[in-house]
């Protein structure tokens, strides 16, 4: 079998998707998420002008060399727009063998170690009330974990908390932070929180990025009455080492890793077990293969995974995390926001989402199809992520 085309598909059905489409000599297909919020173009260039050409001809089973011939021979190693379209590709490659052997994926990850993904959701609020009912919503979809964010007082546009209409996207948000605000008024939200929803319901935060570590170390102390599953990208993790003073001060897990894109990110970070979830997904990680290699090393230091699943991986990206998810053993739960009716349609998909749990389906391959045709009629938007400024002005961590 050979690879004899592979197009960039790039679409907007509500936000902005990159798919890679590969094509073999006896018709079977493949598909891969390359979705890099905010610098999608980055990523269609590298595929298209440098990663397609060097793929047709070669034959679409040699999964593992493919991806080592993308990774050593580009020779500038690692990197979220390199790894993203080198996970594009493995995931297409991945899908095609998986079609061709008539398994759904995870068969061939080692099959089914569990029934279902466990998964959380999003739930947020400008105010206590807000947030109160956004946890309702959360629940009546069945959402066994749920992920709390709320406004900051003082502040006007704070990450996480959805403050209606943004402008046309040709030019990042400006959202404001206030470290001491936040600390200040973050454990009374969950103080609230359990007060009104117990002391069972598993309650996760995301930091995001925003932190020093002994401002995490005391954030992480001052959360421990409150029980989370995880405290989230407690501080910038470049500075793995940091983690260490973090982890001196506080019992509160710790989930870090979504914006890495290789293992050399987490080699103290797991090595030294100063965190309990590796947060990559496969769409930025460099594809299902480098993925569950990095579980396995998270295995030998009881740490779990904890794929990122917002609405900006793609439905593609989410079907191969959802693959991942049931096979491997060290599984600790899978973020799903969900998409767009529109997103759906666009990439009609077998797997499930019920009562909070999702599964892969049982279709061949990754069990994801895209409508090409209803792709073209929705297409790319600009879009930036938000920026982030103290009350002085300084440019901090969105
Ligand atoms: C967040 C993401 O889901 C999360 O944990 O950190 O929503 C993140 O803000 C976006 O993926 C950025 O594109
Ligand atoms: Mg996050």
């Not at 790039?10 to 079977?28: A, I, Q």
């Not at 002391?199 to 002994?214: G, Q, S, V, Y």
């Not at 491997?328 to 998909?349: D, S």
Request: charged fraction near 20%.
């Amino acid at each position: 079998m050979k690879i004899v085309d592979a197009r960039v598909v790039l679409t907007s059905p509500g936000r902005n998707f990159v798919t890679l489409k590969v094509e073999t000599d006896e018709g079977v297909t493949g598909l891969g998420d390359a979705t890099l919020n905010g610098r999608e173009l980055a990523v269609v260039g590298y595929l298209r002008d440098h990663v397609v050409p060097l793929l047709l001809g070669t034959d679409p089973y040699r999964i593992e060399d493919t991806w080592q011939a993308l990774y050593r021979g580009a020779y500038w190693r690692r990197g979220p727009v390199t790894m993203a379209a080198i996970a594009a590709v493995d995931v297409a490659l991945w899908d095609i063998k998986a079609k061709v052997a008539g398994l759904p994926l995870y068969q061939l990850l080692g099959g089914a170690s569990r029934e279902r993904v466990r998964t959380y959701g999003h739930a947020s609020g400008r105010d206590i009330p807000e947030l109160f009912d956004s946890i309702r919503a959360r629940l009546a979809e069945g959402y066994p974990a749920i992920r709390v964010q709320t406004g900051v007082p003082g502040l006007e546009r704070v990450y996480g908390v959805h403050h209606g209409a943004t402008p046309d996207g040709a030019r990042p948000v400006v959202e404001d932070w206030d470290t001491g605000a936040y600390l200040r008024s973050l454990p009374g939200v969950f103080d609230a929180v359990r007060q009104e929803f117990g002391p069972e319901l598993t309650l996760l935060h995301d930091a995001h990025h925003r932190l020093t570590p002994i401002q995490a170390a005391r954030l992480g102390k001052d959360l421990e009455p409150y029980d989370l599953f995880w405290l989230e990208d407690c501080t910038p993790a470049e500075n793995q080492d940091g983690l260490r003073l973090v982890r001196r001060h506080t019992t509160t897990p710790l989930a870090i890793g979504e914006v890495f894109n290789t293992v050399f990110d987490y080699q103290t970070l797991v090595g030294e077990q100063l965190i309990d979830y590796v947060r990559s997904a496969v769409t930025h990680f460099g594809g299902v293969s480098p993925l569950r290699k990095l579980f396995d090393f998270a295995a030998q230091h009881q740490i779990k995974s904890a794929i990122h699943g917002p609405e900006d991986i793609s439905p593609v990206g989410m079907a191969a995390a959802i693959h991942l998810d049931l096979a491997i053993h060290n599984f600790g739960i899978q973020e799903y926001a969900g998409h767009t009716p529109l997103t759906h349609e666009v990439f009609p998909h077998a797997y499930t989402f019920t009562d909070g749990y999702l599964h892969p389906g049982e279709a061949p391959g990754l069990g994801i199809e895209l409508d090409e045709e209803l792709a073209s009629a929705h297409p790319y938007e600009p879009a930036y992520l938000p920026i982030n400024r103290l009350q002085d002005g300084t440019i901090h961590d969105w």
